[in-house]
């Protein structure tokens, strides 16, 4: 059966509308249409502003990016997932619907934040950490792993400071992907059940650092998906 699709709804939830010109659709033309209406979406879930986050993501060609509070009871599908200054305040619901979708295979994209570093804990994976400014105000940003798809394309245009972070207080684990050229984390994955959490160590803020009005940004959260 041939059919028209079209998605629409609030930039939250997105609903597919499907027009037949005869006969039903099958189990794979749905889930085609589940499929399509995910793509280029975008999830954040946070309390804090994203309005730079926001804005580079919807300026760049990503068809829908949303933002959700903690509280909100329901994160709608994406292609990819972020996390905004998670920490143990948070709704005990919340993390939890976080930390199923990561480890039935999903990706989560975290950055750290003011209420992370008061905290002084990560929750996505559990650890505590510790904060610090960068000495002398600045710190560049190096590949610490030029093979991780997540830099694909990425090389030849970061250009990226860092003003302030947290880190683990201790060695965690984890796969370094992004270090300051002192060699202290920047972007962690570490393996959660079936899928991964990229922890950003500094906020999404440029009073942190410069990454967010870095248009080399907007193509690592395309490399998520």
Known sequence: AAASVSVA???????????????ALTGDDTRRVAQQS????????????????????????????????PDAG?????????ALDPHPGWPARTLSVIRD????GETLFVTAGPAMRRAGELVFPDMKLTSRRIAGSRSPVLAADLTHPLLAGLLSS???????????????????????????????????????????????????????????FVSLISNLQ
């Open 9 to 23: 709804g609030p930039a939250d939830v997105l609903t597919a509308h499907i027009e037949e010109s005869g006969g």
């Open 101 to 104: 979708r990561v480890r039935s």
């Open 158 to 216: 970061l250009d990226t400071e860092v003003y302030q972070q947290v880190m683990p207080d201790a060695d965690q684990g984890g796969h370094a992907i992004l270090v300051t050229e002192t060699g202290d984390p920047v972007l962690i994955e570490y393996p959660l059940g079936a899928g991964k959490v990229l922890v950003l160590m500094t906020a999404l803020d440029p009073a942190w650092s410069s990454l967010v009005v870095d248009p080399a």
């Open 38 to 69: 995910s793509a280029q979406h975008v999830s954040v879930v946070g309390a804090g502003n994203a309005g730079y986050l926001l804005a580079a993501l919807e300026a760049n060609g990503f068809a829908s990016v949303s933002q959700v509070l």
């Open 74 to 82: 329901e994160i709608p599908d994406a292609s990819a997932l972020i």
